[in-house]
């Protein structure tokens, strides 16, 4: 025999709805263990592509990630 789900589906369901309106983490404690449901997070830190040409470059941050690109693409044709 098993046993039965801490929390149920209809339940998690909720605490996702819940979660995902108000942006909030929905949590639920049932015999001493936590059951948290987390909003969907956009990835804020994603690498922006750089494709700029040298003369637009406004600070050496803007150099770096194009010099980086470039060797990235360059040894990406030579493997």
Do not use: C, Y
């Amino acid at each position: 025999m098993t046993a039965s789900a801490l929390v149920r589906r209809s339940d998690l369901k909720r605490m996702a709805e819940i979660a995902k309106a108000e942006g909030v983490r929905v949590e639920v404690e049932i015999n001493g263990k936590i059951i948290r449901v987390s909003p969907d997070i956009p990835d804020n830190h994603k690498q922006q592509r750089v494709d700029m040409k040298p003369e637009d470059f406004t600070s050496l941050a803007d150099w770096q990630a194009w010099r980086d690109q470039e060797r990235a693409r360059e040894a990406q044709r030579h493997s």
